[in-house]
């Protein structure tokens, strides 16, 4: 028998397919070999989403890669339907992944917040200001030379200039 000869141009794409589907095989491989009903038990809704809208993808473009290797074209197939409607329901996904990151960034900027806010009004009300750290009521209420020369100043024998409002 003789050899079939093949252009270089087909040997290389060959090649390439060999590589892809080799690389979708090693890809697939720790997936497949899963329990699918331990794997979705393990994962979160939005997780188990992911790897359906992902499998619907590898295995619609691997008919698509088995078209073209057979020598249809995919894009008069109902596969590129297919792939269009992964492609929709993986911008979905993309959106609600959106969604649930903006929420729990809203839940620990919300925390922070209001401990800020407890600072604030903390530091409004004047908690902290004047306020004896380790002595009993009464203790250490009396002026200090500051506020004597303060008072001194404001309602003092005249001397001083008057504040405009």
Do not use: C
């Amino acid at each position: 028998m003789e050899s079939l000869s093949l252009p270089e141009d087909v040997k290389s794409q060959l090649e390439r397919f060999e590589a892809a589907v080799a690389s979708v095989e090693t890809g697939l491989a720790p997936i497949l070999a899963l329990d699918r009903r331990e794997l979705e038990a393990a994962l979160t809704p939005l997780e188990r989403a992911k790897v359906h809208v992902s499998m619907a993808n590898a295995v619609s473009t691997l008919f698509s890669m088995y078209l073209k290797a057979v020598g249809l074209d995919p894009a008069d197939h109902e596969v590129k339907r297919e792939l269009e409607r992964v492609a929709l329901y993986r911008t979905k996904l993309d959106k609600a992944a959106a969604a649930e990151r903006r929420a729990a960034g809203k839940a620990a900027r919300s925390a922070v917040d209001a401990a800020a806010a407890g600072r604030m009004v903390k530091h409004a009300l004047g908690a902290g200001r004047d306020e004896p750290s380790d002595a009993s009521e009464g203790e250490g209420l009396e002026e200090k030379p500051t506020d004597r020369k303060r008072k001194s100043e404001a309602g003092g024998k005249g001397g001083g200039k008057k504040k405009r409002r």
